[in-house]
Each structure stands twice: as structure tokens, then as C-alpha cells.
């Protein structure tokens, strides 16, 4: 990229494999990484972005020379400083580990040993080295965390790891990859496992980080609205292979490929808001619940309307109680106050006390599809099982109608015989679909059914679902973290923080200024494909981090 | 199929077959009858007595047929028993929750806290010794391991979201019960069979060499090492054959077992069986 | 702290109610059954006199609740009640046995414990390589055998064959230590082997279970060296489930002992029990089984105790 002199990692045709054991075939060798070469100059950041599968963590760690569960690497060099660590002895490596190149893992609280302060953890790879003195490493440990923004900088390190949260352990993490003075740090989806008001947080703090200490670094991510907020120049893998490599701005503005251009323009769906009027088909008022054995209210006073044919977005972050008020809407919890109507009529609390038919009506689709299904079942038991259960469809009716839904969802007929484990993310979400419409429904409770997909596969699924509402009439309860997807489907949205509606009205009135201060700074914490958001957002905050 | 079957799985389900074999057609297959005297005390192996006498003078290849004809009866009634009491249990205590599974845990807790054979010596010091007591000890003393596994195995089926859509869509506890949960844990289940009935196996062994399982002059391989134990401070082997008997089957089952137990692992949210 | 003392007192509370329940349960067992102890002891030919007579003495016309009570009042005074089969007082019959049985065990453990720790991490060391399947291999068959299988054998070769050690482990009092741990070398060899593979595989899994954590592979990215990633990494964190296993174990040793002094003809607890049991003496089996629970229960609520306290997360609560 640049001169030739200043290079720091130079990376020629690597290639990592690995052994795949599946259960109806003979074990046998797969490519995980395939020719992949690029040079990282001292002092940049190389964003690394891909889907699931791309290899782009394989890569990250093969700069430590490291394969994680099973994987080998199989040919070409990673040349940092002069030294191949590919080619280097056990003892070598471990001078370039810790030293040379650190790492910062997606889940710090796993990568945390619990057994032992977080500060001896910062400065354990450093004091190693052994040619600087334990307090002055605490002194750098206390300064790099202050630099990070973490609370109570000079305390915070005699803490265990469960005793902070995730993002000040992600953060911590951070510290500790930069305490020992490396070349090159690798972030492997630091944020990913973050609420979107905790991860600009603690990305304006890598940033920040970044900038102050002039480290090089390559940040592995599958979202490249974050990726353009801390890098200078982004390379898109897909299967193993590099697609496009080139400058932040060029790859944002001007994406050469088509893959990257599916990857730039993904989450633009727009979808006109339906005017609302007309009588509720599901009304929840007052509704306040909480878990057996708790007193702790998880919901607190919830009203929120949904009208046939709508879609009502309810948006939040992990804690905001939106999951639990899936719940009682489905009679999985009873509120302990409140009511819910349905149909213009009263339904019971309790699922044992609901009608088939009120059942029938009231669909659920899953987050995650993978233990949503039985997967134990065809394809053709699971679709089919509602159409015999409230139907009574038998032989070649229901055959007839589960083709039906299957082509509904843009599956083949072939898919029918197939075991859930035959299926990819986006196929599996599908036949969840094919099996809340068998029952013909009125209404159905979508939670959090595109978090687990990847961007591109996430798009189809909500193209899918927004083309099924216009053909079947039928209502969505769309529950989400994700604005993104709110803005997509939406006809009107209740946001929601710890357990109350803070924001409630059509997609316009709620996305129209003046704000709460909540929904402004989740409004303005969602990454934009833009470079140079991440430094106005910061800037221009009212509400400091909601969770952390 | 059998190619995919490692070969210690082949070798225990050969052996396996082999005790089968002579338990089902002992009567057919022994040379001499169970208790009848044919020869000199402790003789050793000859063309004629292929194992020798035992401390009697009967014939210890015999005896050693129809004991595995007592064993392996004994040993699969009681794994019989201790399953489907055990799982039976366990399931409907997974589905079921509330006060039902809080009573039964702590009643499985409370036994599992004596040690089984303890517990067995205990209850065999009142109860008339005869097959129908042993089986029953050992199967309801078992039955509390089978009950954690199951009642473990269901919870976490229980819990997962096709189970929820099966209970949303409105399905009785039967379809939850037998066409979601047991298919799921059924590999589990299998497994933990072949592993019961060596405890089992081993169990009884015990007990009857303890002269507290099946009573003279049936033969059952336990009962034939203390019979015949006598004979070891003299240098004669006869007690170690039927020991060896119970090692070989215990280890051949085992075998089979380590082979489906991976499978299972190896299955992980997968299909089998197809 | 005081979290910690609470969850430590909580699981002494609860083992000692768990001794109280597993009390009553081994005397229900051996009362309330079908199967009339008077008959059973004196057999089907008894005279009608003779069993009333029996009874009356065995206090068997007391309602059961009250016998209960009185037998476990006794037992907390340290009185275990007087055998039936010969009258002599149960407590002191026992008390030598249980020095003997104690004893052997201790020998066993102190062998096997460290051997298995060590085989363990052997396996795990070299993992997936010959020898973690030749150790993982071996104790897959040794689990397999009975206990007299493995004793008979060593009888067999080591004493009558090559005649190293006596057949019998017979230990008086006038013997001294190095005199008795001849004694028992044989048995407690027995033990030894029937504990060590169950031992060896649980220890193999729990260091297994921590070597794959994600704070291993942090520690080995920071470059440090494996002594150090196993030592100031694995083991802190291995501590508690191999202690687990540990104790798991030496419970298992409990009843395997029973058997094992059969074989060897070793005066312990386990002989005296069986005998009894054989002979339908209920006071002594029940005295005998509730010692022999009350060591599992007290083995099992230790390993739950160190289980707690070596926690990171219940030592440092937030």
C-alpha cells in the first residue's frame, strides 16, 4: 500500500485448512483460508470484514501463528519485523506473542481467567518479558485504562473479571493487549457481543486507544458501518478468499465488486408506514409482569396497539424486557397485572386457558431457528404438523398445501424430506416462517428472528416477511435490538429501556425529533455507513452509556 | 454400515453375542448338567472337562454356561426394571416440574446419598433371599441414576424453543413427551443402558460372591468365585475363570457402549440413523 | 466473606440433615419391610413362644417411631446397641475394625490419589497421542473389573506363585507399622486399582474441561511459556473439580473396601457387616450401614464445601 520500508506485517499466499467430520461422509479436508496476501504498514488499521465461514478470524490469529480448534496452516509466510512466524520455532513465537503482535477476543469474559485480578492479568504478558518492574507496569496498566475511559481507573484493576461488566471488560481487554508496547494488535469483533449504546463506547475508546499509542491493527468485524468508523483500509473476504482490498473511503463510496456493493447497501429497505387507524387487533394495556420468584418487575405499565395487517416494531437493548413481553403476550408468563385483547375480546393470561383457535392465530418465530425446529423432524413433519393439528389435513391435501408453503417461502419441494441439520441459517428461518403461516394466523410474534444471520441473508428473510404481510394480510410483533431493521419493516414502534415503553408511536412520530434522551442515544449510537460517524455521534451526545 | 463401526465396537458386540449365545441355549450347549458330580474335586482342564472341576466335582464349563444363563437374565431384568422405572420417571419429572419433580429428586437424592451396595446389604439383611427381592433391589436402587440422566437429558430438551412452539401451537403432554423430547434424548438413553447393565452385571457379582445374590446350588458367575475361592491359596485357578467371565462381558459391553456414546457426541444437534 | 460462610454453613446444615434422613431411611429398611426379623432369624420352624419371646426382647412390640427415636438417641450417645447373634456391645466389636478398615483405605488412597492425579495429566499432556490411549485404554478395561477379579489374580500370582506376600491379610495388634503395611499390601494394591481408573478418567476430563477454556487460549497468545499456562492459568481453575473427583472417589473406595476385605479375609468393617447381613443381625447391619453412609455423605459434602470456597465468583461476590 505504502512505502515498502515502513511495512510491518507482510502477508503472502496463506492458505489454512482443516479436517471436517460430517457425519454421513469420510472425514476429509476443507479450505478455510485460500491464498490470501496483504501488507499492513506501521501505525494503520486494516479492517478485515466478511460473513460467518469468511476465514476472517482464521486470519487474525495466523498472524500469531495460532489455529484454533483443528485448524492447520497449510502454506505461505506472515512476515512481521522481519520474522516469518509461520516458519519460527516454539520459543521464537512466543517472544512475537505478547510482545510483538497481541490479541483482543470477542468475549473478554470468557477470555478473562477468573481466578485472578484483572490487573496481574494486563501486566502478566509485559512483566514476562521481564526488562520492566511490576509497579511500573501497574503505572502503564492504571494510564492505559484511564486512556480507555474506564471508571475508577486506579481501582479498577484489583477487580476479578465477573465483577465488571462487558464492555469495561472488553475495554480491559484492550488495555491489556496494548500494556506490553506491541506492534500490531488483532480485535476480533470486540463489540459484536455489545448493546449498540455500550459498543460506540467502547469503540471511541479503542479509537481513541489507537490514535494515542500509534499501534497497528487489524479489526475483524461483520459489520462494515463499524469497520469505517477505526479503519484506514478495509479488506472484504468471502469463503476464504479476498474479494476486494482497498482504502476505507474508496470501499464505502465506490465498492469495486458486487458483493461489496450488497455488503455497502444492506439494511436499505424501505417500506411506507400504513396510516393507523381502524380497531386494534391486539391490544396489550397496563401490563406490568415478573418472574416466579422474583420481585423485581421485568415490565412495568406496557401498553402498546397493533392493527391487522401492521407491523409494530418493539425495539431495546438486552435488559429492556421486550423478550418477556413476547412472552406474555403468548401466555408463556402471566402478567401479574394488565390485560391483553385479541380479536377485540379478552385473552386469557395463562396459555392453558386460551382456545386452539385463539392459538392458531397467534404464531411465534424464534431467534434462533437452529433449536427452534426439532431436528428430529423432516421438513415435512415440521410444516406439517400445524396444518394436520388444526386442519386436520391428511395424505395429499396437506402434501399439496406443504408445497405450497414451501414455495411461499422460496424453498423447492425437494426441501420437504430434509432434517433441519441439512439446512443453512437463512433456509432454516424460512421453514420457521412456512411453519407459523401453516396455521394461517393473524398475527405472529417475531423475536429477534434476523439477529443470528448474517447481513445479506437478514435482508432476504425481512424481504420475505414484508412480501408475505402484503399477501396474507397477516400482523407482526417484531421484536429487535436492531433500528436498522425497524426502520425496514416497521408501520409503527414502542421503544423500550428496563422493562418500560419510553417511545411510542408511528415509525414516523417516533423518528422525528425532539427525542427522549434514551431513544436519542440509540438513535445516535446505531453505526451509519458513513465515514467520520463515529466522532459526530460522540460529540454530539446528551445521554452518557445506558448499560456498559 | 459396518464399515463405519470401529473395530472394538465389532469385537464387543462379537463377544457380547457369543455370552448371549450360551445364556439363551445353555441347556443345549453344556456338556454335563448344572449340579450333577461327574469327577474329582479342583481337576484340572482335560479333554473331557475343558475347564476342569469345580470345588464338587462338577463340571465348572457347564456350570459356567448356565451361569452366564443366571447372569445375564438377572442383570438385564434388573436394567429392564431400572430403566423404565428410571426414565419413566425422570421424564414425566422434567415435563411435569413443579412439586411432583421436587419430591421425587429429593427422594432419588436422598437413596443416591447411601452407597448402593451398602444400601443392598442393608435391605438383604431382612428380606427372604430369593431372584424376585434381588431383582427388585437392585433394579429400584439402580433406577435413581437412570431417573438423574433422563429427568438431566429432558430438562434440556424441555427448555428449548421447539419444545416452546410445540406448547404454543397447543399440543398434549403426550406429543411433547414421545414425539419431541424422546427422540432427542433417546441417544443418551441408549447409551446409559449398556453401562447400567455392566453395573448391574458387576452387582450382582458382588453380591452373590458376598453369598448374598443367588443361593447353591444355582450357579451364577459370582456365586462360582466364592465357591471355588478356596482353591486360590492352593494354586488352583478355578475361581479365576468365572471372574474372568464377568471382566470379558463387562469389558465387550463397554466397548459397545464407548462407541455409541461418542456417536451421540459426535451428533451434536444432528440426525442419526438414517 | 460472610456470602461464603452462609453457602459453607448452608451445605453442613444440609449434610447434616441428609445423615438424619439417610438414618431413618436405613431403619425403615431394615423394620418396616415385609419379613419379620424375629421369624427371619429364627427361621420358618420357630415355635410361636419362642418368636414372642424374641420380639419382647428386641423391643419389637414398640411402635416403629419410637424405636426410631430411641435407637437414634443411643447412637448420639455413641451407644450402637449389643448384636444379636452373640449380645456383645456393637460399639466395641467395631471401634478395632474400624482402625483396621480406616487403615487400609488411608494406604490406598495415599497410592492411588497421586498416581491418578499424575496418569491424568499425563494423558492430558499428551492428548490424543500413545500415551494418553494407552492410559485411557487400560483403565477402560480396568473399569470393567470386578474387584475379586483383580484380587484373586493378585492372590493367585503374587502371593501363591511368587509368594512376595501373604494371601491372607491378617493384622493383630501386637503388630507394628511397617509389619502391617505388609499386611495389607495386597488389598490395599486391590483398591488401589479399582479406585485408580475411575480416578485417572474423571481427572483426565476435568483438566481437559479447563484446557479448552478461552483464558487458556488468551495465555497462550500473551506468549507465555506452558509451564506458566499451566501453572498460573489451568491449575487455579482445575482445583475444585479435580478435589471433586478426588472425593468422589475416595467415597467409591468406601464400599469397594467392603468386598476387598472379604477377599483377603481382612478383619475391617466390611468383613463384620457382611457376616452379619448373612446372618440377619439387623443392629449391627444397621450400625455398619450408617457408618459406611455416613463416610460418603461426609466425603461428598467435603467436596461440595472446597467445591465452593475455591469458586473465584463466590469468594469475590460483586
Known amino acids: ?548 | 454400515m459396518f464399515s463405519r463401526i470401529p473395530v472394538s465396537a465389532l469385537l464387543g458386540m462379537f463377544v457380547t453375542s457369543l455370552f448371549l449365545f450360551a445364556a439363551v441355549f445353555a441347556p443345549w450347549i453344556a456338556p454335563y448338567p448344572l449340579t450333577e458330580i461327574v469327577g474329582g474335586v479342583w481337576e484340572p482342564a482335560s479333554s473331557q472337562f475343558w475347564l476342569g472341576t469345580d470345588n464338587l466335582g462338577r463340571d465348572l464349563l457347564s456350570r459356567m454356561i448356565y451361569g452366564a444363563r443366571t447372569t445375564i437374565f438377572i442383570a438385564s431384568m434388573a436394567t429392564l426394571l431400572s430403566f423404565t422405572l428410571g426414565s419413566v420417571l425422570g421424564l414425566t419429572a422434567a415435563v411435569i416440574g413443579g412439586w411432583f419433580d421436587q419430591l421425587l429428586s429429593r427422594f432419588v437424592d436422598l437413596l443416591m446419598s447411601i452407597p448402593t451396595l451398602i444400601f443392598a446389604l442393608v435391605v438383604l439383611s431382612v428380606l427372604p433371599a430369593n431372584l424376585i427381592t434381588l431383582i427388585l433391589v437392585m433394579g429400584i436402587l439402580d433406577s435413581t441414576r437412570v431417573y438423574r440422566l433422563a429427568r438431566s437429558v429432558a430438562v434440556d430438551i424441555n427448555v428449548m424453543d421447539f419444545v416452546e412452539t410445540a406448547k404454543l401451537r397447543g399440543e398434549g403432554r403426550m406429543w411433547i413427551v414421545f414425539r419431541e423430547i424422546l427422540p432427542n434424548a433417546l441417544s443418551p438413553l441408549v447409551a446409559e443402558l449398556g453401562l447400567r447393565f455392566i453395573f448391574q452385571v458387576l452387582f450382582l457379582s458382588a453380591l452373590s460372591f458376598l453369598g448374598l445374590g443367588i443361593q447353591p446350588p444355582e450357579a451364577d458367575w459370582g456365586g462360582m468365585v466364592k465357591e471355588n475361592k478356596d482353591g486360590i491359596i492352593f494354586g488352583i485357578p478355578a475361581a479365576l475363570i468365572p471372574a474372568a467371565a464377568i471382566s470379558i462381558l463387562a469389558i465387550a459391553v463397554n466397548l459397545i457402549a464407548d462407541w455409541v456414546l461418542n456417536r451421540t457426541t459426535d451428533l451434536k444437534g444432528g440426525r442419526s440413523g438414517h | 466473606m460472610p456470602y461464603l460462610l452462609i453457602l459453607v454453613a448452608q451445605r453442613l446444615a444440609l449434610g447434616a440433615l441428609l445423615l438424619l434422613a439417610v438414618s431413618a431411611l436405613i431403619f425403615i429398611g431394615t423394620e418396616i419391610l415385609p419379613g419379620d426379623v424375629a421369624q427371619s432369624i429364627l427361621g420358618q420352624s420357630a415355635t410361636p413362644e419362642a418368636l414372642a419371646n424374641l420380639r419382647r426382647d428386641l423391643g419389637l412390640e414398640d411402635p416403629p417411631h419410637k424405636r426410631y427415636f430411641s435407637w437414634l438417641w443411643g447412637l448420639l450417645h455413641g451407644d450402637l446397641g449389643t448384636a444379636l447373634t452373640n449380645g456383645v456391645d456393637i460399639a466395641s466389636s467395631i471401634s478395632k475394625r474400624l482402625y483396621n478398615t480406616m487403615f487400609l483405605a488411608s494406604v490406598a488412597a495415599v497410592i492411588a490419589v497421586p498416581l491418578a492425579l499424575l496418569l491424568g495429566m499425563i494423558a492430558v499432556r499428551f492428548r490424543n497421542r500413545w500415551p494418553d490411549k494407552l492410559i485411557s485404554g487400560t483403565t477402560l478395561g480396568f473399569i470393567s473389573l470386578p474387584e475379586f477379579f483383580i484380587g484373586y489374580l493378585l492372590i493367585y500370582f503374587v502371593a501363591v506363585k511368587l509368594g512376595w506376600f501373604p494371601s491372607v491379610a491378617t493384622v493383630y495388634d501386637s503388630m507394628n507399622f511397617s509389619e502391617r503395611l505388609a499386611a495389607v499390601a495386597l488389598p490395599a494394591a486391590t483398591l488401589t486399582l479399582v479406585v485408580l481408573a475411575h480416578m485417572m478418567r474423571m481427572t483426565r476430563a476435568a483438566i481437559l474441561n479447563v484446557m479448552q477454556s478461552a483464558y487458556i487460549e488468551t495465555a497462550e497468545l500473551k506468549g507465555l511459556s506452558s509451564f506458566k499456562v499451566i501453572f498460573r492459568h489451568a491449575f487455579p481453575n482445575a482445583i475444585a473439580p479435580i478435589i471433586n473427583v478426588v472425593m468422589l472417589n475416595l467415597a467409591y473406595l468406601v464400599v469397594g473396601v467392603v468386598v476387598v476385605e472379604v477377599i483377603f479375609v481382612f478383619p475391617g468393617m466390611g468383613q463384620y457387616l457382611v457376616d452379619h447381613v448373612a446372618k440377619r443381625d439387623v443392629p449391627v447391619v444397621q450400625a455398619c450401614g450408617l457408618i459406611f453412609a455416613g463416610f460418603y455423605i461426609v466425603l461428598n459434602m467435603l467436596a461440595d464445601i472446597i467445591a465452593i470456597i475455591s469458586n473465584p465468583r463466590l469468594r469475590h461476590p460483586k
Open chain 1, 1 to 548: 500500500m505504502t512505502d515498502a520500508n515502513d511495512t510491518l506485517l507482510q502477508v503472502d499466499g496463506l492458505c489454512i485448512g482443516a479436517t471436517v467430520y460430517p457425519p454421513d461422509a469420510k472425514p476429509h479436508e476443507i479450505a478455510i483460508v485460500d491464498d490470501v496476501s496483504f501488507s499492513l504498514s506501521t501505525g494503520r488499521v486494516l479492517g478485515l470484514i466478511g460473513e460467518s465461514g469468511a476465514g476472517k478470524s482464521t486470519i487474525g490469529l495466523a498472524a500469531l501463528a495460532y489455529g484454533r480448534g483443528g485448524v492447520r496452516i497449510t502454506g505461505g509466510s506472515a512476515v512481521i519485523n522481519g520474522r516469518d512466524v509461520l516458519a519460527i520455532g516454539r520459543k521464537d513465537l512466543r517472544d512475537v506473542r505478547g510482545s510483538d503482535v497481541c490479541y483482543v477476543a470477542q468475549s473478554a469474559a470468557a477470555a478473562f481467567n477468573p481466578a485472578h485480578k484483572l490487573i496481574d492479568q494486563v501486566v502478566e504478558a509485559a512483566l514476562a518479558k521481564g526488562d520492566q518492574s511490576k509497579a511500573s507496569l501497574h503505572e502503564r496498566a492504571i494510564e492505559l485504562f484511564r486512556t480507555l475511559g474506564l471508571p475508577e481507573p486506579d481501582l479498577i484493576g484489583n477487580r476479578y473479571p465477573h465483577q465488571v461488566s462487558g464492555g469495561q471488560l472488553q475495554r480491559i481487554m484492550t488495555a491489556m493487549a496494548l500494556c506490553s508496547k506491541p506492534d500490531l494488535i488483532i480485535f476480533d469483533e470486540p463489540t459484536t457481543a455489545l448493546d449498540v449504546t455500550t459498543q460506540i463506547d467502547v469503540l471511541a475508546a479503542i479509537k481513541h486507544a489507537i490514535h494515542e499509542t500509534g499501534v497497528a491493527a487489524i479489526y475483524i468485524t461483520h459489520d462494515l458501518a463499524v469497520v469505517a468508523q477505526v479503519s484506514d483500509e478495509i479488506m472484504v473476504l468471502r469463503h476464504g478468499k479476498t474479494i476486494e482490498h482497498g482504502n476505507t473511503r474508496q470501499i464505502i463510496e465506490q465498492p469495486a465488486d458486487p458483493y461489496t456493493r450488497a455488503l455497502v447497501n444492506v439494511r436499505t429497505i424501505d417500506h411506507p408506514e400504513a396510516p393507523a387507524d381502524g380497531e386494534p387487533l391486539l391490544a396489550v394495556s397496563s401490563v406490568t409482569a415478573s418472574y416466579a420468584g422474583s420481585s423485581e418487575q421485568v415490565l412495568r405499565n406496557v401498553s402498546v396497539e397493533l392493527r391487522p395487517g401492521q407491523t409494530l416494531a418493539v425495539v431495546g437493548e438486552s435488559g429492556s424486557g421486550k423478550s418477556t413481553l413476547a412472552r406474555v403476550i403468548t401466555g408463556l408468563l402471566q402478567p401479574s397485572d394488565g390485560q391483553i385483547r385479541f380479536n377485540n375480546r379478552l385473552l386469557p393470561p395463562a396459555l392453558a386457558g386460551r382456545t386452539k383457535n385463539d392459538l392458531r392465530e397467534l404464531q411465534m418465530i424464534h431467534q434462533m431457528a437452529d433449536v427452534a425446529m426439532n431436528p428430529r423432524h423432516t421438513v415435512r413433519t415440521i410444516v406439517g404438523r400445524p396444518l394436520e393439528f388444526y386442519f386436520g389435513l391428511k395424505g395429499a391435501a396437506k402434501k399439496q398445501r406443504i408445497a405450497e408453503l414451501l414455495d411461499e417461502i422460496e424453498l423447492g419441494p425437494e426441501f420437504a424430506d430434509r432434517y433441519p441439520a441439512e439446512l443453512s441459517g437463512g433456509q432454516k428461518q424460512r421453514v420457521c416462517i412456512a411453519r407459523a403461516l401453516a396455521a394461517q394466523p393473524r398475527l405472529i410474534i417475531c423475536d429477534e428472528v434476523t439477529s443470528a444471520l448474517d447481513p445479506l441473508i437478514a435482508d432476504g428473510i425481512l424481504k420475505l416477511l414484508l412480501e408475505l404481510q402484503r399477501i396474507e394480510q397477516v400482523a407482526f410483533l417484531f421484536i429487535t435490538h436492531d433500528l436498522a431493521t425497524v426502520k425496514a419493516i416497521a408501520d409503527s414502534i414502542a421503544v423500550m429501556y428496563q422493562g418500560e415503553v419510553v417511545r411510542y408511536g408511528t415509525k414516523t412520530q417516533v423518528l422525528t425529533p425532539p427525542y427522549d434522551d434514551y431513544t436519542d442515544l440509540l438513535l445516535a449510537s446505531v453505526p451509519r455507513m458513513e465515514i467520520g460517524w463515529l466522532d459526530k455521534a460522540i460529540a454530539g451526545r446528551r445521554m452518557g452509556s445506558a448499560g456498559n
